[in-house]
């Protein structure tokens, strides 16, 4: 069945710091992937998506590639803040033909003062 | 800029009685998703909606059900409420062929007695 694993452990890091997301999926080949922030009682809100056939997209500080050979986006916050502290999802639609996001189990960040 | 309205933003029912949660999605998106939200889990998908037709399923149960009217609005109705089903439900919107980046509402904080 299809399967997205995400670090399960909270990710604790000094401000200033490159914090490294990993989002792993497996029995499948996504045609998009998106990467989510959600604060605790909120609703996720959109950061970046990345195409199969793109390596790497950045947003100011973000970071985010995409290996279909590995199976894995990787999710980079360069210079990071305390404010960056919530949970990242990645969410891969699954094929083209689809609509329907999975999400991962989510990393919560924690970026230390 | 508009985002997606949900209502109400909270509500508790008894057991075995039925709910009614509303989504209000950007204007112009065409694409309307349900997802439940456990504590501590990530967002389940439960279905969507493309042009007021059906268009993806996921994990929704059959005492769920769920339409979009014709200016867009969505509904997801639950009947015969259990325990079990108390979280946050989200409703997000999208534009399809836009990279269908889900934009989230606030979120429907449902508890069930």
């Known amino acids: 069945s299809q399967k997205i694993e995400q670090n399960s452990e909270a990710l604790n890091i000094q401000e200033g710091k490159t914090a490294t997301l990993t989002c792993n999926y497996t029995?499948?080949?996504?045609?998009?992937l998106q990467w989510y922030r959600q604060d605790p009682g909120r609703g996720p809100v959109f950061l970046l998506l990345i195409r199969e056939n793109e390596k790497e997209k950045r947003k100011e500080r973000l970071k985010v590639t995409f290996d279909t050979t590995l199976k894995q986006s990787l999710f980079h916050i360069t210079a990071s803040q305390p404010a960056d502290s919530a949970t990242y999802l990645c969410?891969?639609?699954?094929?083209?033909?689809?609509?329907?996001?999975?999400f991962g189990t989510g990393t919560r960040l924690k970026v230390l003062a | 800029a508009a985002g997606v309205i949900q209502s109400p933003r909270h509500l508790i029912k008894e057991k075995r009685e039925t709910a009614t949660l509303k989504c209000y999605p950007i204007?112009?998106?065409?694409?309307v998703y349900w997802y439940q939200q456990g504590p501590g889990q990530d967002p389940q998908f439960l279905i969507s909606?493309?042009?007021?037709?059906?268009?993806d399923k996921g994990s929704i149960p059959d005492r769920f059900s769920a339409q979009q009217f014709s200016d867009y609005h969505s509904e997801l109705n639950m009947s015969s409420l259990e325990l079990g089903d108390s979280a946050l439900y989200f409703c997000?919107?999208?534009?399809?062929?836009?990279?269908?980046?889900?934009?989230f509402g606030p979120g429907t904080r449902l508890t069930v007695l």
């Open positions: 969410a891969p639609r699954p094929t083209s033909g689809t609509y329907k996001y999975i």
């Open positions: 204007p112009r998106h065409d694409t």
């Open positions: 029995n499948y080949s996504p045609a998009y």
């Open positions: 997000a919107s999208s534009l399809r062929g836009r990279g269908d980046t889900q934009y």
């Open positions: 909606f493309y042009e007021k037709m059906q268009s």
